[in-house]
């Protein structure tokens, strides 16, 4: 046991996950694993396709394919982790593992909030300045907001690492998640963490609540747009690409917000594993299906690479 120390003399940390159920380790492995391939294998087929046609080189594709790209670092950055100890005996990480992965963890999914709200101006953009979207959108402007958000999710995932990094963690090595994250981490400190708590609700508040708001303003003035146009086949189309932006927004955003309101209790704990599991392994996997199915530009991207193939 470790008495008013900090972990790194121990050197390592027990993920309990899903030990709390064994007879579901086997049946989630196995789910997990599909769901992780299916991550991998849907944007890697999104950040190939959007750089090989020249069709695809805008800036809905751009920030789609950092959407994809951050999806592939995300997933990786957790259920790796997670199928070794779902599959074996061993569920530990050590000390420096698990500083690295709620730093990337936290990084990532800050990104994700940040990246979210550019695409969904990009396509407000579209949608409410057609006339001005080429100035508005200029390549340089596209790059300056895709660096803004990575910059703004790592900058906040330093600062939240750094802290826990000082909070002496004393008793159990049990970490009551699957992956590193805060919250599980502050539970295991032997001083107060009420600073802690406030930098996170703060920054929670920040990349989180803001997010949400500007993107549903977003599409509030889309909606509005929307409704004034007479063609039935430029609202299919609108619907088409904001529509997928929307699902991906709420796939995001929900799960989020139903951790946030659950009242804190065991039970509601053990909720917020399964609702964490989702959108860390559940989401990315359909963000590739929500945006290519039933989308023509994806479709047309597809038949001429292979066409480009047979010739």
């Known amino acids: 046991m470790m008495k008013g120390k900090n972990a790194s003399s121990e050197g390592y940390f027990i993920l309990l996950g899903f030990s709390h159920w064994p007879h579901l380790e086997v049946v989630l492995f196995v789910l997990i694993l599909m769901f992780y391939l299916t991550t991998l294998i849907g944007n890697l087929f999104i950040i190939v396709l959007s750089y090989l046609d020249a069709h695809l080189h805008t800036p809905m594709y751009f920030f789609l394919s950092n959407l994809s790209f951050l999806d592939l670092c995300y997933t990786t950055s957790s259920i790796p982790q997670l199928l070794v100890n779902l599959w074996g005996p061993e569920k530990t990480i050590s000390y420096a593992g698990c500083m690295i992965q709620l730093y990337f963890a936290l990084a ?17 953009a579209a949608v409410c300045r057609p006339l001005h979207y080429t ?3 200029n390549p340089r402007f596209c790059h300056l907001l895709a660096v803004a958000s990575w910059v703004s999710g790592f900058t906040n995932s330093a600062l939240h690492s750094s802290f ?5 963690l004393c008793g159990h090595h049990q970490v009551d998640h699957f992956f590193c994250e805060v ?6 400190s032997c001083v107060d963490t009420r600073a802690n708590e406030l930098t ?32 039935s086949t430029r609202l299919q189309r609108l619907f088409g690409t904001c529509g997928a932006h929307l699902m991906v927004v709420s796939l995001f955003f929900i799960p989020i917000l139903c951790i ?9 704990q053990e909720q917020g594993k399964f609702i964490a599991l989702f959108y860390t392994v ?11 199915l039933r989308n023509k530009d994806v479709r047309g991207a597809v038949r001429r690479l292979v066409g480009q193939e047979r010739e």
């Open 135 to 137: 100035m508005l959108m």
């Open 260 to 268: 946030y309101l659950q009242p804190p209790s065991g039970s509601s």
């Open 108 to 124: 990532l999914g800050t990104t994700e909030c940040v990246l979210l709200v550019v695409m969904s101006y990009d396509r407000y």
């Open 200 to 231: 996170l609700l703060i920054t929670s508040s920040i990349f989180v609540f803001i997010p949400l708001i500007l993107i549903l303003s977003s599409y509030v003035a889309i909606a509005r747009t929307v409704l004034r146009l007479q063609s």
């Open 282 to 292: 559940v989401t990315p996997s359909l963000n590739p299906l929500i945006y290519t």
């Open 183 to 188: 919250p599980a981490l502050l539970r295991l």
């Open 164 to 168: 826990i990094s000082w909070v002496p």
